[in-house]
T-cell receptor, first 109, second 113 residues
Framework: AQRVTQPEKLLSVFKGAPVELKCNYS??????LFWYVQYSRQRLQLLLR??SRESIKGFTADLNKGETSFHLKKPFAQEEDSAMYYC???????????FGSGTKLNVKP | NAGVTQTPKFQVLKTGQSMTLQCAQD?????MSWYRQDPGMGLRLIHY???????DQGEVPNGYNVSRSTTEDFPLRLLSAAPSQTSVYFC????????????FGEGSRLTVL
């Protein structure tokens, strides 16, 4: 069965510190992995997807098929990064997404 | 463009009552879906649609009905509300098969007493 696990409910770091939000998944086929973000009073929106291999707002994420992980990283956190982050997976059916329970990132000044 | 619009934003129901959560999008997206979010859990797919007249079940479809008569609208119906349906509901649209970019509504918080 497909599952997305985000082990941390809350992650607090100081501004300028590195941040890593963990995501592990289980899926029998070839998944596509995404990170979605919800800033305060804003809608849930796509941050990045693994196949684009882009850095968005300084965030990167590498798909590790051996460890079935897709951790989100940023070398220097900013206060405006404070938000709720959701890891998501899409598989054989592009219409079906499976979301993790989310990690709240709090960047302290 | 307004994007994805959900109404109402808040609703309180009594057990057994019925209601419809409305969802409309003005981006001409073929694909639409409904998710529910419960505390400590990720969003779970209720129903989805690949176009007008075509709907299918997601992960947690029981207790919900949907229809898609137009490209723009995708209402979610609760036929007989139960306390277990207390949740935050999100409607989303998807522009194509490739992007993987869901466009979400603001959410509807439903409480069933």
């Amino acid at each position: 069965a497909q599952r997305v696990t985000q082990p941390e409910k809350l992650l607090s770091v100081f501004k300028g510190a590195p941040v890593e939000l963990k995501c592990n998944y289980s899926y029998s086929g070839s998944p596509e992995l995404f990170w979605y973000v919800q800033y305060s009073r804003q809608r849930l929106q796509l941050l990045l997807r693994h196949i684009s291999r882009e850095s968005i707002k300084g965030f990167t994420a590498d798909l590790n098929k051996g460890e079935t992980s897709f951790h989100l990283k940023k070398p220097f956190a900013q206060e405006e990064d404070s938000a709720m982050y959701y890891c998501a997976l899409s598989g054989d059916n592009f219409n079906k997404f499976y979301f993790g329970s989310g990690t709240k990132l709090n960047v302290k000044p | 463009n307004a994007g994805v619009t959900q109404t109402p934003k808040f609703q309180v129901l009594k057990t057994g009552q019925s209601m419809t959560l409305q969802c409309a999008q003005d981006m001409n997206h073929e694909y639409m879906s409904w998710y529910r979010q419960d505390p400590g859990m990720g969003l779970r797919l209720i129903h989805y649609s690949v176009g007008a007249g075509i709907t299918d079940q997601g992960e947690v479809p029981n207790g919900y009905n949907v229809s898609r008569s137009t490209t723009e609208d995708f209402p979610l119906r609760l036929l007989s509300a139960a306390p277990s349906q207390t949740s935050v509901y999100f409607c989303a649209s998807l522009p194509d098969r490739i992007s993987g970019e869901l466009f979400f509504g603001e959410g509807s918080r439903l409480t069933v007493l």
